[in-house]
């Protein structure tokens, strides 16, 4: 069975950088991508940016497009989200989390997650 162990949180100031790295352990991720989700203290976990696994398309949340690079590397079986120009509200656990499905941006089409990672940008 596949696991998910996210890396690379941590406390960052406003306009910096962060990079967030997914590593599947266990068995080669087969899955049809791999999303990133993040929740905020008191508020629903939401949709980041997904990435197909095979094509590398890539997919993001409106609040995130620009700023956040999400990309794969196959040889390490791995996903990462690149964050730049780091906002307060961007302040979140980050979730990586892998799907067969295709419907990249809802967090109930994913049967695979991490145990996430705090992200915290201060103002």
């Known amino acids: 069975q596949v696991q998910l162990v996210e890396a690379g949180g941590g406390l960052v100031q406003a306009g910096g950088s962060l990079r967030l790295s997914c590593a599947a352990s266990?068995?080669?991720?087969?899955?049809?991508?791999m999303g990133w989700f993040r929740q905020a203290p008191g508020k629903e976990r939401e949709f980041v940016a997904a990435i197909t696994w095979s094509g590398g398309s890539t997919f993001y949340a409106d609040s995130v497009k620009g700023r956040f690079t999400v990309s794969r590397e196959f040889a390490k079986n791995t996903a990462y989200l690149q964050m730049n120009s780091l906002k307060s509200e961007d302040t979140a656990v980050y979730y990586c989390a892998g799907t067969s499905g295709s419907r990249w941006n809802r967090a109930m089409e994913y049967d695979i997650w991490g145990q996430g990672t705090q992200v915290t940008v201060s103002s």
């Open positions: 266990g068995r080669t991720f087969r899955g049809s991508a």
